[in-house]
């Protein structure tokens, strides 16, 4: 098998990106109402020109911070393609293909497939239990896995049989959220976004013991204040709306980078579930 130029390697969420995986919305509408947020807009119909014309804008300012940017081709069949995140997630230097729940959503695996294919990318393709990037965390050794509709418990045995170097900590979430990158989202070692209505007691304190907790609000969480993208040195891609988080964030010495991307939040998911992170450095 040829090597590809594209090189893989992600150890934590906000280490200085290099190269990562998008795909336009250019077929994007509410299908089947998956999560909460599709609810409050199902009676909308999703603008897909603006979500396009949205992602075009998120895309020049990841090329102006000098990443590499690949894209995988929209297909009509796959509304919900865009979010690149949920389909495939880099630990260490290993990409792994996830086992999609929902059956809107399957299929998806193959367009990806085919793109790794021929850049030469090899992958490990999950089978068994399901398991979503959108619920996979990472900081150095250690991997937080939200146990959600999309993530099984049994997906824990699953990882731990392909990284046996890592300690893998399941969160369980409330199922009216959909992923744990919705509710929980590192930008630092030691600091971290949470929105705690969304997790027990024991999963608060367990990651309040592990990281300072920037705590969202719920008008900032119902626009996915908690899923912002880190390009590394203290750079965070967030939605201009989220006022609160993004001054919480400013405060604390972050350059934040508001992008709009209200049209593609419709359908439930930010700026972490469109991004499919290949290569971060550090």
């Not at 299908?31 to 603006?50: G, S």
């Not at 990472?138 to 045995?157: K, M």
């Not at 972050?254 to 991004?275: P, Q």
Request: aromatic share 8%.
């Amino acid at each position: 098998m040829s090597h590809s130029k594209i090189k893989i390697g992600c150890s934590s969420e906000y280490a200085p990106l290099k190269s990562v995986l998008l795909c336009p919305p250019q077929y994007m509408k509410i299908e089947d109402i998956i999560n909460e947020t599709q609810k409050e807009f199902q009676d909308e119909e999703l603008d897909a020109v603006k979500a396009v014309k949205q992602h075009s804008e998120f895309l020049r300012v990841l090329r102006e911070n000098g990443i590499e940017t690949h894209l995988l081709e929209p297909v009509e069949q796959f509304p919900e393609q865009v979010f690149t995140r949920d389909i495939g997630f880099t630990l260490g230097n290993t990409l792994f293909i996830a086992n999609m729940e929902m059956d809107i959503r399957q299929g998806e695996e193959r367009i990806l497939k085919e793109w790794l294919d021929k850049e030469g990318i090899q992958y490990v393709d999950l089978k068994g239990s399901g398991i979503e990037g959108g619920d996979v965390l990472i900081n150095g050794n250690t991997v937080y896995v939200g146990i959600s509709e999309r993530t099984s418990e049994d997906s824990i045995t699953m990882l731990e049989n392909h990284l046996p170097d890592y300690e893998i900590i399941p969160v369980p979430i409330k199922k009216e959220y959909l992923h744990l990158d919705c509710i929980f989202n590192m930008i630092s070692e030691n600091e971290a976004l949470l929105f705690p209505e969304a997790l027990k007691q024991e999963e608060i304190d367990l990651l309040s013991s592990r990281f300072s907790i920037i705590e969202v609000k719920e008008e900032d969480q119902f626009r996915l204040g908690v899923n912002v993208f880190s390009l590394g040195n203290k750079k965070i891609i967030a939605l201009p709306h989220n006022n609160h988080t993004n001054d919480q964030l400013r405060k604390l010495g972050y350059k934040v980078i508001e992008v709009d991307l209200s049209e593609i939040i419709k359908s439930g998911g930010a700026f972490r579930c469109c991004t499919l992170p290949l290569l971060r450095e550090g």
